[in-house]
T-cell receptor, first 112, second 115 residues
Framework: DQQVKQNSPSLSVQEGRISILNCDYTNSMFDYFLWYKKYPAEGPTFLISISSIKDKNEDGRFTVFLNKSAKHLSLHIVPSQPGDSAVYFCAGGEVSNYKLTFGKGTLLTVNP | DAGVIQSPRHEVTEMGQEVTLRCKPISGHDYLFWYRQTMMRGLELLIYFNNNVPIDDSGMPEDRFSAKMPNASFSTLKIQPSEPRDSAVYFC?????????????FGEGSRLTVL
């Protein structure tokens, strides 16, 4: 039973355009959500997070949107750059513990 | 400041052999997590510790897997005996109490291949 789902295994966009990565979750207990970025042969690195009491968080080119009623969040990257090419993981967590539940990831390719 | 350090980076072994993966968390962090990444299941949590005490091991696949944290700066994940289906990348991550967003800091992973 996957609590966090990333239904698109891959996404390809042109440099300068917007990248939109989507994530759905089923666990209503999640208090916060995070996006991680992973390059080959490296560990995942934290990108951006959002609390469940907010619907938007922005950090430079990266914006995360949360729709609690739909149990859906998305990561927007504007403008996309070739260096953004990586696997992006969505994760949900509860304040009561520190463990994160991850989706399977989406491979983003930004073409020059 | 050093990040999470894992060893070995790559391990190739034969079915039935014992495998030990090691992790040194970031100094001062009181949470340590072991995750496994496979194509089929993505990143799945195996076990996590708080102050060296195992809190939740419900993700450990079976008794062949065991994890220990003898002190705040070292943890091991052991597989005995190993099987081909254990082939995956194993990540160790650490964090600390008070990290409101729950951000985890990951090591570079240990890629295990069981032949």
């Amino acid at each position: 039973d996957q609590q966090v789902k990333q239904n698109s295994p891959s996404l390809s966009v042109q440099e300068g355009r917007i990248s939109i990565l989507n994530c759905d979750y089923t666990n209503s207990m999640f208090d916060y959500f995070l996006w991680y970025k992973k390059y080959p042969a490296e560990g995942p690195t934290f990108l951006i997070s959002i609390s469940s009491i907010k619907d938007k968080n922005e950090d430079g080119r990266f914006t995360v949107f949360l729709n609690k009623s739909a149990k859906h969040l998305s990561l927007h990257i504007v403008p996309s750059q070739p260096g953004d090419s990586a696997v992006y993981f969505c994760a949900g967590g509860e304040v009561s513990n520190y463990k994160l539940t991850f989706g399977k990831g989406t491979l983003l390719t930004v073409n020059p | 400041d050093a990040g999470v350090i894992q060893s070995p980076r790559h391990e190739v072994t034969e079915m039935g052999q014992e495998v030990t993966l090691r992790c040194k968390p970031i100094s001062g962090h009181d949470y340590l997590f072991w995750y496994r990444q496979t194509m089929m299941r993505g990143l799945e949590l195996l076990i996590y510790f708080n102050n060296n005490v195992p809190i939740d091991d419900s993700g450990m696949p079976e008794d062949r897997f065991s994890a220990k944290m003898p002190n705040a700066s070292f943890s091991t994940l052991k597989i005995q005996p190993s099987e081909p289906r254990d082939s995956a990348v194993y990540f160790c991550a650490s964090s600390f109490t008070g990290r409101g967003t729950g951000e985890l800091f990951f090591g570079e992973g240990s890629r295990l291949t069981v032949l």
